[in-house]
């Protein structure tokens, strides 16, 4: 990735920093000579972040709630950063059942409050805006969901993620549009998984943790269908996208798709099985308890306009996506050096051709 080379001594903000895929994603702008500042609510505990000692990688960070807008936007204007990878919010869909409030708070306003930053500020240049594949109105469909297909969210995380994304467009066309110095763009992943991730409720944390309880992993729904993908995959797409877009690409600015290929699109029990063939342990078995809240069966992504714009494909099949992830999760198991094992991951990735 040549373009990814121009990130070296740009002053970059991640918002969500110690995040799973926050984390994944200053590492990987580290490894690429930028300088990287971040936005979070707190340094979560026993995350990617916490146990790499990502913290160290950082030019400074900033503990704040993103819903206040006085101190997001003193923080943006002490930083002054030529780029803004917006990932902060809520993201756990069962949370967003528990607690409805603050989850539309906190995807739509507080993402509402980092483009209002963004138009104030005199020194970004792109910003890339994440928000979800659940943005989408699911109908279960067999084809993958395009940037241009209506969009909607059974559940209240699913439909602040869509409120996000219009909010988002309102944004572009009311004031981006005519600002040749800024773009903005939206971006919707699929599916991700990897190393160090331990969000509640999500499968692969729930996998290692069965593992290290040495009990079966209770499986709700085996047969629902994923698109699963490395979180590298999307992490370094964003990075592909924001850099075009802080060269001056103006054609970019909108909605994008980063999604795997048809053959990662996977049943729940299918990635399971996998991965615990790859790490030598773990067993399943099928939860009878109802589950009461809607879930999707079925949700892909048609990333068509990623191919043809950007040149982008995903790099790593269904097979190295296991494969890696179960590395990680074993060595660590295993208690071996995570952070080398995260950072050879990183490498191997922007090295892979």
Known sequence: MEDLRSFNGLKVLVTGYSGFKGSWLVRSLYHLGAKVYGIAIEDSNQTLFDITATDKLLEDKFLLDINIFEDLNTAVHQINPDIVFHLAAQSIVKTGYQEPHLTFQTNVYGALNILECTRLSNSIKSLIYVTSDKCYDNKEWLWGYRENDPLGGHDPYSASKAAAELVCQSYIKSFFNNDLGKVVSSVRAGNVIGGGDWNFGRIIPDAIKAIESKSDLKLRRPEAVRPWQHVLEPVCAYLLLGIRQYNGEKDLEGA????????????????????????????????????NNHEAGLLHLNCDKANQALNWYPKWDYEHTIKYTAEWYKAYLDNRDIEQITNKQIINYLQWK
């Open 256 to 291: 994008w798709n980063f999604g795997p290929s048809t053959s990662s699109v996977k049943t729940v029990k299918s990635l399971v099985s996998e991965l615990y063939v790859n790490l030598g342990a773990g067993s399943i078995s099928i939860e009878k308890e109802a589950y």
